[in-house]
């Protein structure tokens, strides 16, 4: 061990919140939300259609898109819930790096390039191809505001836990107000910008948060003579948790939690409505298939960073200073406070607002566009709605879902945003990805088919998960008290696992296959072959579909 490294460990970790400078903070914040924001008001003089509002004029690149979505989906969740988890419980924190990333070749290999190919603005486009409009959308938005709900949640509960370290606040009516105010500005994005405004944004913070985590991994990595094993064996002297912290198991003790949290990870990605969004913003299927490309590769590259600072906050901050300090969510500002002063940390939670900022305005643009565009023009207006008048309504909708998302994140504060993420994930595998892969790859796939999978994997995820421990607690053997959850101080959970991935994704499909099955199909035939010439061709893809 060098003496750099030793001097580093052997400093007090718990004087840390002493030498936070909120001023330099906020002020580092609000200059990036200044840039930004001009950025947006630019781009919205160049929204003109709902092409733009919605698909940002399809006129990225796939290397802007692809690190636009690195940008989407590079949230909270990989940034401060990941870098947290490895950081109090080691190799299991880690599964969530190896399980988003994984996911991607899902993405990549059977919905990116068809999913282009067949839609238009959402992901209802693709699943009401060939069925019948009205059922299929209108289950098709309830699915896409329940995971943007659920993704809403974590991101504005990550914000809460920032805003805590940062201000040095701890009472939580002043954490409420501030979420508040990062809410509104989430909503003005959407709102002035649309998504070109948008995705500007997360091409920025993309930059930002892959740089600035690329500094804190040489950083971490040259307190330890660049060595990864003196790191683990730093990390292992400085947790109580000793050696456990390398072994699976830590978190997750039972394997069929780990399964179903498995499931939930890698097969979510796909369904993910703000992830399939951003397909449609490149002009072709050859954009969009090698924006995904770029999309793993810059993703892939973070989440081994997050390796090197979950397991660099473990050995140089601590865990009783991680705890003491606004909880395992803040283990990545804590660890850039230790590294660099108030400068770096100053720099590193601006990156992390933007973060949440930007992946935020991508779920509200994307839970707005699905109602205007697949309730109230599709089934309300039956299609005859004007471009202007859809997205007005977009926009008041982003108002609604905005202030739903203020109040879900005041009610999430403390909770991991890593975890919260995944239970989007196991809802979004669930609910929209049988129905996708359905209508994609099988000719006899029907409308009940679609609606009873839909509703089925939502409904089953969303019960699961009011009775799982995640919402109401359960009694640890060791120490005999509640585990954390959303409602202190109760338990009514039965359903024993934290993620109901392992039965409401395989439920999802069977309700998928029993319906179709059980129905005459009425669908026509014509649809159904225009739809595989688009899916594999793009033959005809900006065409309107009539039904």
Same mark, same amino acid.
Not at 271 to 291: D, N, Q
Not at 431 to 455: C, Q
């Given at each position: ?189 959407? %709102? #002035? @910008?649309?998504?070109?405004?948008? $995705?500007? /944004?997360?091409?920025?913070? +993309?930059?930002? !948060?892959? &740089?600035?985590? =690329? ?82 590769? %810059? #993703? @892939?590259?973070?989440?081994?960073? $997050?390796? /090197?600072?979950?397991?660099? +906050?473990?050995? !140089?901050? &601590?865990?009783? =200073? ?83 998302? #203020? ?15 995944? !239970?989007?994930?196991?809802? =979004? ?105 688009? =899916? ?12």
């Amino acid at each position: 061990m060098n003496a750099l490294t030793s001097i580093f460990l052997a400093a007090d970790a718990g004087t840390t919140a002493a030498k936070n400078n909120p001023i330099l903070n906020m002020s580092i914040f609000l200059v990036f939300v200044l840039i930004t924001m001009i950025i947006v008001i630019r781009a919205n003089r160049q929204s003109k259609t709902a092409a733009d509002y919605y698909a940002g004029g399809r006129s990225f690149t796939g290397g802007q898109n692809g690190m636009a979505i690195a940008g989407d989906y590079l949230s909270a969740a990989s940034f401060l819930g990941i870098t947290g988890a490895i950081a109090l419980s080691g190799y299991d924190g880690f599964l969530y790096s190896i399980g988003f990333l994984v996911a991607w070749l899902v993405a990549l290999l059977l919905v990116a390039e068809l999913m282009r190919n067949t839609a238009k603005f959402t992901m209802a486009d693709v699943l009401s191809f060939r069925l019948h409009q009205r059922p299929v959308r209108m289950a098709a938005a309830l699915t896409t505001l329940a995971v943007s709900f659920f993704y809403l949640l974590a991101q504005m509960a990550g914000a809460g836990g920032l805003v805590s370290l940062l201000l040095g606040i701890t009472d939580k009516t002043a954490i409420s107000l501030v979420i508040a105010v990062v809410g509104l500005v989430m909503v003005l994005y959407v %709102l #002035i @910008g649309g998504m070109k405004g948008t $995705t500007w /944004v997360q091409i920025i913070k +993309a930059v930002l !948060l892959i &740089g600035g985590a =690329a500094v804190m991994t040489v950083w971490v990595l040259a307190l330890n003579g660049f060595n990864f094993n003196t790191l683990l064996e730093n990390a292992v002297a400085n947790s109580p948790k000793g050696d456990a912290i390398l072994n699976p198991g830590l978190k997750y003790a039972n394997p069929i939690d780990f399964i179903s949290l498995a499931l939930a990870l890698v097969l979510g990605t796909a369904g993910l409505p703000h992830v399939l969004m951003r397909f449609y913003t490149v002009p072709t299927a050859k954009e969009a298939r090698k924006s995904v490309v770029w999309a793993i590769w %810059l #993703i @892939g590259i973070f989440y081994l960073f $997050t390796l /090197v600072l979950g397991y660099g +906050a473990g050995a !140089l901050v &601590g865990e009783e =200073a991680i705890l003491a300090n606004g909880g395992e969510n803040n283990a990545a500002p804590l660890l850039a406070l230790y590294l660099g002063g108030p400068l770096l940390l100053g720099f590193i939670s601006a990156v992390a607002f933007a973060t949440i900022l930007a992946v935020v305005a991508g779920l509200t643009i994307t839970a707005s566009a699905s109602f205007a565009h697949d309730v109230y023009n599709s089934v309300f207006k039956k299609g005859q709605a004007s471009a202007e008048k859809e997205v007005k309504v977009a926009r008041i909708t982003t108002v609604v879902i905005g202030a739903l998302a #203020i109040l879900g994140g005041i009610a999430a504060q403390g909770q991991n945003v890593a975890f919260l993420v995944a !239970l989007a994930f196991a809802i =979004a595998a669930s609910a929209n990805l049988p129905t996708i892969l359905y209508s994609l790859f099988w000719k006899n796939f029907n409308t009940r088919g679609a609606v009873w999978s839909m509703i089925g994997g939502l409904s089953s995820a969303l019960i699961l998960i009011i009775f799982s421990p995640v919402v109401s607690g359960k009694v640890d053997p060791v120490t005999g008290e509640l585990t954390k959850s959303m409602i202190q101080g109760v338990d009514f959970h039965w359903f024993p696992l934290d993620n109901p991935g392992i039965i409401s994704i395989p439920l999802g499909f069977l309700l998928g296959w029993i319906g179709s099955l059980t129905q005459k199909r009425l669908e026509s035939p014509e649809l159904a072959a225009e739809m595989d010439v688009r =899916a594999l061709t793009g033959f005809g893809a900006e065409k309107p579909v009539a039904h």
